[in-house]
């Protein structure tokens, strides 16, 4: 990056500006999947892993313990997308923040 002309580097930060997610669509967390024992007698999950899966956001905030929220099944696929959204989002602002570094030291226009 060094090496590279401010004007390849401001192409760059905009195409990454492209591909953000639509912000609408980030979640911060994690998915907990988990399979629970009913205590029914003769029930299958007495022998198998339980029933489930069930799945569970973990959100954890810094001094609290982690915050759970009940995910219904068919909502799964969509809330790891927004998951995946977060991450890639993070992924982004931190390569344009460094674009952006690049060009503070070198005087340039932002």
Do not use: W
């Amino acid at each position: 990056m060094k090496n590279e002309p401010a004007a390849t580097l401001r192409k760059r930060r905009q195409s990454l500006l492209r591909q953000l997610p639509p912000l609408k669509a980030i979640l911060r967390g994690s998915l907990i999947e988990r399979y629970k024992r009913c205590g029914k007698p003769g029930c299958k999950c007495a022998e198998g892993p339980g029933h489930g899966p069930k799945y569970y956001l973990s959100v954890s905030y810094p001094g609290l313990r982690p915050q759970m929220d009940y995910v219904p099944q068919e909502s799964h696929t969509r809330i790891a997308e927004f998951i995946a959204n977060y991450h890639r989002t993070r992924e982004i602002l931190e390569a344009i923040s460094e674009i952006n570094r690049e060009l503070l030291r070198r005087r340039e226009a932002l």
